[in-house]
């Protein structure tokens, strides 16, 4: 099956300065890839997501990239402030499957330092 | 906020109980997949539910079992409960065919 690995584990940044976080996977058929940030206590709430067939992405301060031959994507904050500071989690899934399941890395804890 | 409602917030059972999770999916959406959820980790699959049937499974036991009922509201039932199952359960619902889950608040159980 998948497996998604997920690095730093955790990242601290100066506010203004800019955060980037990684992930990999194994299944060169996973096609679908969201980042879901998760505030203290609250549900995941999708960010960002890219699909196979897109090598970047962006959305006001957030970017996301992704290299498919190496299977690796990766998150670019810019401008980084306080309310930014939470856990970011990656996924793959494999649209084509009948169960579109997302399978998570580990969390990267993102702490932005006023 | 998304509009997936999970009850109750929080839970405490104790090890060989049986438990009931319940997930009200957002409107339109008759899809619904649960996902546990350990303390410092990400997310892990527990099965996917579509027309009433479960459609997919992740690698947990029988005794987590699930329904899903005619109005897209679902259920996660975990039988015999270890000390290894106290963990936060979201669900989340998404539309057929559509690639983007959207999670509810969460339940968290403790199983002492």
């Known amino acids: ?114 | 906020e998304t509009g997936v409602t999970q009850s109750p917030t929080h839970l405490i059972k104790t090890r060989g109980q049986q438990v009931t999770l319940r997930c009200s999916s957002q409107s339109g959406h008759n899809t619904v997949s649960w996902y546990q959820q350990a303390l410092g980790q990400g997310p892990q699959f527990i099965f996917q539910y579509y027309r009433e049937e479960e459609n997919g499974r992740g690698n947990f036991p029988p005794r987590f079992s699930g329904l899903q009922f005619p109005n897209y509201s679902s259920e996660l039932n975990v039988n015999a409960l270890e000390l290894d199952d106290s963990a936060l359960y979201l669900c989340a619902s998404s539309l057929v065919g559509g690639d983007t889950q959207y999670f509810g608040p969460g339940t968290r159980l403790t199983v002492l």
């Open chain 1, 1 to 114: 099956g998948e497996n998604v690995e997920q690095h730093p584990s955790t990242l601290s940044v100066q506010e203004g300065d800019s955060a980037v976080i990684k992930c990999t996977y194994s299944d060169s058929a996973s096609n679908y890839f969201p980042w879901y940030k998760q505030e203290l206590g609250k549900r995941p709430q999708l960010i960002i997501d890219i699909r196979s067939n897109v090598g970047e992405k962006k959305d006001q301060r957030i970017a996301v990239t992704l290299n498919k031959t190496a299977k690796h994507f990766s998150l670019h904050i810019t401008e980084t402030q306080p309310e930014d500071s939470a856990v970011y989690f990656c996924a793959a899934s494999d649209t084509r499957r009948s169960a579109r399941q997302l399978t998570f890395g580990s969390g990267t804890q993102l702490t932005v330092l006023p």
